[in-house]
């Protein structure tokens, strides 16, 4: 803890600056690229568990043998896919 | 050298110094004071993690990301109509609006979804104003979009048509460019900086090819209607094919250039006093346009000069996408506010850039070969001249001017494309289920959000739909500077600070409203008593030049009135929503405990 009060060294606030510019650059340049490729995953992934453990929801889209053989490698994104699709949608966050 | 007072270059550094002020200072204040930011307080971003939509971001990334995705068009393009009545009003409000306004809102409105656990404007709305306030901003935003759209398009078409032909070329060089690069990066899987090199190097090649290669349309007053045609082509496939495919790679290598000159122009502005580039424009201010055309300054010249100064579509993206990755409510201030005042910076370049030009280049003699306020190519023209004398090479180099001419261009198909795809979604909402349910349609909605501008674009003039534009906008920042402002009533901090902006903002704009829409209202009665020069002045050639197309000119008049008084309609019925939400919030928080979770706490 008492590092942290000394003042920052030539070298940390050198590697700071880089590590900002880098930051703006890629915010400028990637960051709503990525986050777009990550939402259209996103939506894949929905419709993939949908298809997959739809009977989870009451619309068996493929008969439950499928469904309980695929079930092991759903499990993980289980909790994460109920989050996204109970999730408030709007128009409004849509715009990016 | 040029004496100093002759150059852009003092009125620069006094931008920046009040910037600095407006950041430092005030910006503080009301972060500390108002909405008392809390770097221990969980953010939606922590929260809510998903690694999709809501995750930790730093704030140089962000500030970046908003920053790229607020600055635009507007910044560069209010000016031309702003500087109409002298440099100096405009400067004034680009300072000025930015100080008190700009960046209140779109930091304020970080700040507000973030205390909202994220939530857009949409859910916000309707948990202020109940489902008829949120279904009046889904129609506002319909009717938005539609002028933004046309707007653009007859931007877009203008520019095409405009220096010698040469910006046509690299326009689709970038396209193909990027849907290039979209296979290489994704199919291929190539290392993301060959395939920048590559993509760049494309750039370069199609930005040569376009000062030798012209293309010219032989069809004279008709050609901005095909070239329209053709933009309305583009934009259809960018908003249907995949963004992975087209969009997302185009626009990632349009940032290039475009950034390159926003840096070369401020670098000019700075160097004036070095290069001798000096002040050619009168400084004003003029009560009215002196060409009798747009109106009186006020409220003309605060709509005009849209993003810089303060825009509405600003508040949409910091409530969106950017407060869902707020890493600490703290960031809030360097990220809405300081991209803000930012973008204001860009504004005062765009606006220098237009300074040293002459005025009769700048706003025309009202002939019919050089009609008032339609030389909306000046910038370009302005930009070579700042930026010649540093790279050393003649202003009137065509390589210039086709590089700024580009850049205008990609801004505008770039930026366009985003809000096609946006208006398909919001058709898709409005018109998803029901009778009108063909017009949810993937390809009919884009068709309709690309038709009608068009046919905006390509009867009125280019003044007229920007200033419809500009009071949309700057009415959507009203309105979003009152939800901040129910916001800050409810939880009992100080609210005078967002209210005074919100009244001025949504007095202005709808001021402004009225105005266009009695201008075209008077227009078509003038015609009705045999006076053709109105209804004449505010549509474009050919219909402007045509005697057989008079009945065109009569149509787009009308139409226009209809359109003013339908933004009118909804956007007062929406600010009434918003006023009544507002003081029966300030009841409400009179008579309870202030809620722990909103943030605030007891004023003392």
């Known amino acids: ?96 | 050298m040029a004496g100093i007072l002759e150059t852009p270059f003092l009125w620069v550094i006094a931008t920046i110094a009040i910037y600095a002020v407006a950041y430092w200072g005030y910006g503080k204040w009301i972060d500390r004071n108002i909405w008392r930011s809390d770097a221990k307080k969980t953010t939606p971003a922590h929260m809510y993690m998903d690694g999709v939509e809501y995750f930790p971001v730093s704030r140089y990334v962000l500030w970046g990301y908003q920053f790229k995705s607020v600055a635009a068009l507007g910044p560069i393009l209010g000016p031309f109509i702003g500087i109409t009545y002298g440099w100096l009003p405009a400067l004034l409000w680009i300072i000025g609006g930015n100080f008190f306004i700009g960046w209140l809102q779109d930091y304020g409105s970080m700040m507000l979804s973030v205390r909202k656990e994220g939530r857009s404007f949409g859910p916000i709305t309707y948990e202020f104003t109940g489902a008829k306030g949120r279904t009046n901003l889904l129609a506002f935003v319909l009717f938005y979009l539609i002028i933004i759209s046309a707007a653009f398009i007859a931007l877009i078409a203008v520019f095409w048509n405009s220096f010698n032909g040469t910006t046509f070329v690299p326009t689709i060089g970038i396209l193909i460019a990027g849907l290039l690069c979209g296979q290489l990066l994704y199919r291929v899987k190539m290392n993301v900086f060959a395939v920048t090199g590559i993509g760049l190097a494309l750039v370069v090649l199609s930005l040569y090819l376009g000062t030798i290669l012209p293309v010219k349309l032989p069809w004279g007053t008709w050609n901005v209607a095909v070239w329209g045609g053709i933009c309305v082509l583009i934009l259809y496939l960018a908003a249907i094919l995949p963004t992975p495919t087209f969009i997302q790679p185009t626009n990632y290598l349009a940032f290039y250039p475009a950034y390159a000159a926003i840096i070369l122009i401020i670098v000019g502005a700075l160097a004036t006093p070095f290069t001798n580039v000096t002040i050619k424009l009168p400084a004003g201010p003029f009560l009215n346009d002196p060409q009798g055309t747009l109106g009186p300054i006020w409220p003309i010249l605060f709509v005009a000069i849209a993003c810089g100064a303060i825009s509405g579509w600003h508040s949409l993206v910091s409530s969106s996408s950017s407060s869902k990755q707020l890493d600490i409510e703290t960031d809030a201030l360097p990220v809405g506010g300081g991209a803000m005042l930012s973008e204001g910076l860009l504004a005062l370049a765009s606006l220098i850039a237009y300074m040293v030009l002459t005025p009769l280049f700048v706003f025309g003699d009202g002939s019919a070969a050089n009609p008032a306020h339609s030389n909306i190519a000046a910038w370009p023209v302005g930009a070579a001249a700042l930026v010649a004398p540093i790279l050393g090479i003649q202003a009137t180099a065509a390589i210039l001017t086709t590089f700024f001419g580009l850049v205008l261009v990609i801004y505008a198909l770039t930026v366009q494309a985003l809000v096609t795809r946006f208006f398909r979604l919001v058709a898709g909402e409005t018109w998803g289920e029901g009778r009108f349910r063909a017009l949810g349609n993937k390809h009919v909605a884009t068709a309709v959000g690309l038709g009608v501008p068009w046919a905006f674009a390509v009867t009125g003039s280019w003044w007229a739909l920007w200033l419809y534009f500009g009071g949309a906008n700057q009415l959507l920042a009203g309105l979003a500077i009152m939800l901040i402002t129910i916001h800050l009533a409810r939880v009992r901090a100080r609210s005078r600070y967002s209210l005074v902006p919100a009244v001025f903002m949504v007095i202005t704009t709808l001021a402004a409203l009225v105005w266009q829409t009695a201008t075209f209202a008077y227009s078509v009665w003038a015609y009705l008593q045999n006076d053709k020069t109105w209804i004449l002045r505010n549509v474009r050639p050919p219909i402007q030049t045509d005697p057989n197309l008079l009945w065109a000119a009569i149509v787009i008049n009308a139409v226009f009135v209809i359109i003013g008084a339908v933004l009118f309609a909804v956007g007062l019925s929406m600010a009434v929503r918003l006023f009544r939400s507002y003081s029966k919030s300030l009841a409400e928080a009179r008579t309870r405990a202030p809620a722990a979770a909103d943030g605030g706490t007891q004023e003392k």
């Open chain 1, 1 to 96: 803890m008492g590092d942290s009060k000394e003042p920052p060294s030539e070298k940390t606030r050198a590697r700071k600056v880089k590590e900002g510019v880098k930051g703006v650059f890629y915010g400028m340049a990637a960051h709503g690229h990525v986050t777009a490729a990550l939402r259209t995953r996103m939506y894949l992934e929905h419709l993939f568990m949908f298809i997959t453990l739809g009977d989870m929801l009451g619309v068996p889209v493929i008969p439950p043998y499928y469904s309980l053989k695929i079930l092991p490698y759903a499990v993980p994104n289980i909790k994460s896919w109920k989050q996204r699709v109970f999730r408030e949608r709007d128009f409004t966050d849509q715009v990016f």
